[in-house]
């Protein structure tokens, strides 16, 4: 009897074996649908604007603004690997735009640098137009996905003048013991003016890429004369509210706090590779505070806030940030996020909801996939070498050069009829 359960038994091992194997497939590919988000739809970006003459032309001349936007259907669904491959490539089959690099001396003995990129082609409306560029934290325009749209935007006919954030360049030293910070615009500004002077008669359009896209709309909103000879602006992917912004970078969800860490370590070795912050400017305690900071918060704390003698991190985080200056901008405004951007968390998305709802310039193009940054396009596994986001800022910026560029010639026409009835 106990022969013939123990060959029972045995007889029901490979079955059980099998069942175990089928079991262990099955929640693979469960974690692995569940991870790479493949059950996911795709889905047209969800636009909010007031119904104006401007946004109904824009809705109408930006088919991309009214279309699915398809990510690569293997691994394009999840926010995380969208975000790692901008981080980590930033694009693919990148090409390298020939620049000239401008120095400009600042009031305080530091060297703003921004590279100039001339069009490679007339813009369809025949105007000279200069798209003024601001990169994401720590860039500068030796970076792939920053090469890549100067290079797209030029062929298009825009000449492209791209901001090296200070101290982000590998080969440039700092003539100051100061670096970029969270919303210090004095460098974008001072790339604007130069512009403005090199090229009176020039049209601008001003873009910022994630943290850039905080410096560019606060830039706008600080000064109503920073807003002249500006078509328009697009931010993309950026936070708007620092100070929420870092109450949520401490939180799991999303592996925000791991991202944290990641781009702490990344800006304590940009600030640690400058020697003349840490002889002149950085005391022995603050220096070790900052070689022990696992957060971004603890950096700004203890570094990025004394470089403008903010007397605390909050005040450095409401006076840096665009939400209290985008108010007053009032040329067209296109502000562009993802749904499953793992950096900025959903909460934030109300301040560009609201801005869209009450201000007529601003539109908000919410898309459910593209990570932060990512938004790559292509058909099941390898992505294109230009993105959505790239085709998004071009067809924008060309919809408003032509409705300019109308407006103009109806307010001639207008000023043609009135001399004329007055004659």
């Known amino acids: ?18 069942g175990m194997k089928l079991a262990a497939v099955a929640a693979v590919l469960y974690v692995v649908v569940r991870c ?19 946004s109904r032309y824009l809705l109408k001349s930006c088919p991309m603004l009214s279309k699915e936007y398809i990510p690569p259907l293997i691994w394009g669904k999840s926010g995380h690997l969208q975000t790692a491959l901008y981080g980590k490539m930033g694009r693919v089959s990148t090409p390298t735009p020939c620049g000239l690099r401008k120095f400009l001396p600042m009031q305080d003995g530091a060297t703003a640098t921004f590279d100039l990129f001339e069009a490679l082609g007339k813009h369809s409306t025949g ?28 062929r298009q006919g825009y000449r492209c003048a791209v901001l ?5 360049l590998p080969d440039m030293e700092l003539t100051s013991p100061r670096m970029f910070t969270y919303g210090c615009t004095w460098e974008f500004g001072a790339m604007v003016a130069y512009i403005k ?12 890429f994630s943290l850039g896209g905080n410096i560019a709309c606060k830039f706008l909103g600080e000064n109503r004369s920073n807003q002249e000879q500006v078509l328009c602006c697009i931010s ?63 950096i700004d704390d203890n570094i990025m806030r004394k470089f403008h003698g903010y007397n605390s991190l909050r005040e450095y985080y409401e006076k840096e940030s665009c939400v209290h200056y985008v108010h007053n901008v009032s040329v067209p405004l296109l502000l562009v996020n993802s749904s499953d951007d793992p950096l ?26 593209g990570g932060h940054m990512g ?25 408003i050069c032509h409705w300019e560029k109308k407006q103009q010639a109806c307010q001639r026409s207008r000023n043609s009829n009135s001399t004329s009835h007055q004659d």
């Open 164 to 168: 090296n954030h200070l101290g982000a």
């Open 197 to 208: 002077r090199a090229f009176p008669q020039t049209q601008l359009v001003v873009v910022g």
């Open 236 to 298: 993309v992917c950026q936070g708007y509210s620092a100070l929420r912004a870092q109450e949520t970078f401490l939180q799991w969800d999303q592996c925000r706090r791991l991202y944290n860490f990641v781009l702490a370590g990344n800006m304590k070795k940009l600030i640690l590779s400058h020697s003349l912050l840490t002889s002149s400017n950085i005391g022995d305690t603050d220096l070790n505070k900052l070689c022990a900071a696992t957060s971004l918060m603890q």
């Open 1 to 18: 009897c106990h022969d013939s359960n123990m060959q029972t038994f045995g007889s029901e091992l490979p079955a059980m074996f099998d």
């Open 344 to 369: 900025v968390h959903r909460s934030l998305l109300a301040i560009p909801y609201m801005l869209a709802d009450k201000m007529p310039n601003v539109m908000f193009a919410l898309t459910e996939h």
């Open 36 to 54: 790479l988000n493949l059950t996911s739809p795709t889905a047209v970006p969800q636009i909010i604007s007031q119904d104006t003459p401007l």
């Open 375 to 399: 938004f790559f396009e292509g058909a099941v596994l390898f992505p294109h070498p230009l993105t959505w986001m790239d085709k998004v800022i071009v067809e924008y910026t060309d919809a």
């Open 127 to 154: 105007d000279d137009v200069t798209m003024v560029i601001c990169p994401g934290i720590g860039n500068h325009s030796e970076k792939n996905y920053i090469r890549t749209f100067v290079d797209y935007s030029q």
